[in-house]
């Protein structure tokens, strides 16, 4: 079987334009294509073995990220999976700080403790991120009963996978959620693979969204790949938890370009037909949407090629600055340990 795309791109999105604004237009595209290029450098780089940590790109999943986290606040938290790179860019996080995280320096995110899997940043809201599957899904949604106790008016936002939503502890965050009518949207990237398995091979029945809406919780399907559907059904998911709708649960269909893991491209394994991916590139969600704002004349070509240039230059100081960093000491061993 080949997944196929489902969405028809931006077609009837013109007549929304107003409601966006042309900046915060520009300025998602911005976001993606910055997330592209870092990506797109972490790749090239990794096999020089300076990182010293797994990685999962989010090369294709960058409307996902951007359309989601725009929807938020600096003070709404954001919780994720091990796919972080995406979710923590795209919550405002410092890309110094991720570099040297990733080249497990002193001055990292979690102070060269976490690597790409745990990219935690409370500066910009990003409370957690964990590489155990579906890990952060019950301790983002005690994060949203201390908020709804604490009265504090925020959302929390919570990253899964399709291969989350398997996890025993999903069923029982939904529902808990539910029961209480917490301020939390659960947001799933469904790529379709849990690293090499497909959905259908594992839940041949499961329509992602309909399993969600069984647990009472309210539930939307979107097309992951148009950052404008993402942003707008996040928004109002986040309007409507705000008067008091109780959880969302958010399915975004995207496909990952490359390996479920590391640099490069991994179908030639045999598990995911190359076709199948090629198609999805022909939706690539930086492309699809640069083609949409420039047909409605609110991104030049010029323009794009001046972000392209400016990106570079910080990619290249954000990596010098990481390579130049200090390494952690032995004696910072025993920091942030508490058990004796
Ligand atoms: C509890 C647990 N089981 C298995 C794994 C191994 N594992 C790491 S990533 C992954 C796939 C997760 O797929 P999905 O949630 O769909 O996210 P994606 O990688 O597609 O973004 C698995 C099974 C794990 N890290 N944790």
Same mark, same amino acid.
Not at 166 to 177: I, M, R, Y
């Given at each position: 079987?080949?997944?196929?795309?489902?969405?028809?791109?931006?077609?009837?999105?013109?007549?929304?334009?107003?409601?966006?604004?042309?900046?915060?237009?520009?300025?998602?595209?911005?976001?993606?294509?910055?997330?592209?290029?870092?990506? #797109?450098?972490?790749?090239?780089?990794?096999?020089?073995?300076?990182?010293?940590?797994?990685?999962?790109?989010?090369?294709?999943?960058?409307?996902?990220? !951007?359309?989601?986290?725009?929807?938020?606040?600096?003070?709404?938290?954001?919780?994720? +999976?091990?796919?972080?790179?995406?979710?923590?860019?795209? =919550?405002?996080?410092?890309?110094?700080?991720?570099?040297?995280?990733?080249?497990?320096?002193?001055?990292?995110?979690? %102070?060269?403790?976490? %690597?790409?899997?745990?990219?935690?940043?409370?500066?910009?809201?990003?409370?957690?991120?964990?590489?155990?599957?579906?890990?952060?899904?019950?301790?983002?949604?005690?994060?949203?009963?201390?908020?709804?106790?604490?009265?504090?008016?925020?959302?929390?936002?919570?990253?899964?996978?399709? +291969?989350?939503?398997?996890?025993?502890?999903?069923?029982?965050? *939904?529902?808990?959620?539910?029961?209480? =009518?917490?301020?939390?949207?659960?947001?799933?990237?469904?790529?379709?693979?849990? !690293?090499?398995?497909?959905?259908?091979?594992?839940?041949?029945?499961?329509?992602?969204?309909?399993? /969600?809406?069984?647990?009472?919780?309210?539930?939307?399907? !979107?097309?992951?790949?148009?950052?404008?559907?993402?942003?707008?059904?996040?928004?109002?998911?986040? #309007?409507?938890?705000?008067? %008091?709708?109780?959880?969302?649960?958010?399915?975004?269909? !995207?496909?990952?370009?490359? /390996?479920? +893991?590391?640099?490069?491209?991994?179908?030639?394994?045999?598990?995911?037909?190359?076709?199948?991916?090629? /198609?999805?590139?022909?939706?690539?969600?930086?492309?699809?949407?640069?083609?949409?704002?420039?047909?409605?004349?609110? *991104?030049?070509?010029?323009?794009? *090629?001046?972000?392209?240039?400016?990106?570079?230059?910080?990619?290249?100081?954000?990596?010098?600055?990481? *390579?130049?960093?200090?390494?952690?000491?032995?004696?910072?061993?025993?920091?942030?340990?508490?058990?004796?």
């Amino acid at each position: 079987m080949r997944y196929t795309y489902e969405g028809n791109g931006y077609k009837g999105w013109e007549k929304n334009l107003d409601f966006f604004g042309k900046d915060f237009l520009v300025e998602l595209f911005y976001k993606m294509l910055r997330i592209r290029m870092i990506e #797109e450098e972490i790749e090239g780089r990794y096999h020089d073995d300076f990182m010293k940590t797994p990685i999962h790109l989010v090369i294709g999943q960058e409307a996902t990220a !951007v359309g989601a986290c725009s929807a938020l606040k600096y003070s709404d938290l954001l919780y994720s +999976g091990h796919r972080t790179h995406g979710a923590y860019l795209g =919550k405002g996080g410092d890309l110094k700080k991720m570099l040297s995280e990733m080249h497990c320096k002193s001055n990292g995110c979690v %102070g060269s403790r976490g %690597g790409s899997m745990h990219l935690i940043d409370p500066d910009v809201g990003m409370a957690w991120s964990s590489a155990i599957v579906g890990g952060a899904l019950p301790i983002a949604t005690g994060a949203a009963l201390a908020s709804q106790v604490r009265k504090e008016n925020n959302v929390i936002m919570v990253f899964l996978g399709d +291969g989350g939503t398997e996890e025993g502890v999903c069923s029982e965050s *939904l529902n808990f959620a539910a029961l209480k =009518k917490l301020p939390i949207i659960f947001f799933c990237e469904n790529n379709f693979y849990s !690293v090499q398995s497909p959905l259908q091979t594992r839940q041949p029945k499961r329509d992602i969204v309909r399993w /969600a809406e069984g647990h009472d919780v309210n539930a939307i399907a !979107v097309d992951g790949t148009n950052v404008l559907d993402v942003y707008k059904t996040a928004r109002n998911a986040v #309007e409507d938890i705000k008067n %008091g709708s109780g959880p969302w649960f958010i399915e975004a269909k !995207v496909y990952r370009f490359r /390996a479920h +893991g590391g640099a490069g491209d991994d179908s030639k394994t045999g598990y995911r037909d190359i076709k199948e991916r090629e /198609a999805w590139e022909k939706q690539c969600p930086v492309n699809s949407y640069s083609s949409f704002l420039m047909r409605n004349n609110i *991104l030049a070509n010029q323009q794009r *090629l001046d972000m392209e240039r400016k990106i570079k230059i910080e990619i290249k100081d954000a990596f010098d600055f990481a *390579l130049n960093s200090p390494e952690p000491q032995k004696t910072d061993l025993y920091q942030f340990v508490y058990a004796d």
